[in-house]
């Protein structure tokens, strides 16, 4: 199973979801969080630049602050991927696009939407 962030600059980022057994839900939410809580590749950097990662140091420092337990040392780790993504760390579901997937985030601001 193949997922991309509903965004087409993400597609850099595939996340790949496999299990002998079958997929199951965790399986596709662990694989999400793994990816998105990678930290950032020369390549990232690369790709997004550095101006842009670091317009992007307040999204990390939110969430470093949102995380249960221990913000400082999640502000420590440093920056990752779920934090180029400004905000949109909701889930708001998965749609079947031919043989991949796409994974609808939104901000904590439109995660009450439908």
């Known amino acids: ?26 399986d596709v939410y662990e694989a999400i969080y ?8 020369d390549d990232d950097v690369r790709t997004f630049g550095e ?7 307040n999204y990390c420092l ?3 602050i949102d995380s249960p337990g221990l913000p400082e040392y999640n502000k420590q780790r440093g920056i990752r991927r779920v934090d180029l993504l400004r905000g ?5 579901g998965l749609v079947q696009s031919g043989d991949d997937w ?11 939407r439908h």
């Open 1 to 26: 199973m193949r997922i991309f962030i509903d965004s087409e600059e993400f597609r850099c980022w595939p996340i790949r979801v496999k299990r002998k057994e079958g997929v199951r839900c965790v």
């Open 34 to 41: 793994k990816t998105l809580q990678h930290r950032l590749t």
């Open 51 to 57: 101006a842009r990662i670091q317009r992007c140091w």
């Open 62 to 64: 939110q969430r470093c």
């Open 88 to 92: 949109r760390r909701f889930f708001r």
């Open 102 to 112: 796409i994974l609808h985030l939104d901000d904590y601001s439109g995660s009450s």
